[in-house]
């Protein structure tokens, strides 16, 4: 499965993004998915996940009430939907296949080209 995240940008605290993950491969529908993020200096953590069919949905603490994950399989995407941005959400967030058994976790050590969001004080 190939990656692209796309939707990042600059906002002011309190704003809104969505990011928007386009996976190739037939594959797609197969895989839990998740978002992944990382900040520099920090390792790279997890943010959120979707199973299959979008019917269960996994949050970090840091995000939940905030962050939306959801997927539409027809299009081979998955979204994030981040509002209520904090200074400490800005990073580069990453999106990923992940293991169904836990989804924090990614199933492989494949990262496609990742999306800035900077969110500013």
């Known amino acids: 499965v190939q990656l692209q995240a796309s939707g990042g940008g600059l906002v002011q605290a309190g704003g809104s993004l969505r990011l928007s993950c386009a996976a190739s491969?037939?594959?797609?529908?197969?895989?839990?998915m998740g978002w992944f993020r990382q900040a520099p200096g920090k390792e790279r953590e997890f943010v959120a996940a979707i199973s299959w069919s979008g019917g269960s949905t996994y949050y970090a603490d840091s995000v939940k009430g905030r962050f939306t994950i959801s997927r539409d399989n027809a299009k081979n995407t998955v979204y994030l939907q981040m509002n209520s941005l904090k200074p400490g959400d800005t990073a580069v967030y990453y999106c990923?296949?992940?293991?169904?058994?836990?989804?924090?976790?990614?199933?492989?050590?494949?990262w496609g080209q990742g999306t800035q969001v900077t969110v500013s004080s």
């Open positions: 990923a296949p992940v293991r169904s058994s836990d989804p924090t976790l990614p199933v492989y050590v494949y």
């Open positions: 491969g037939h594959t797609f529908s197969s895989y839990f």
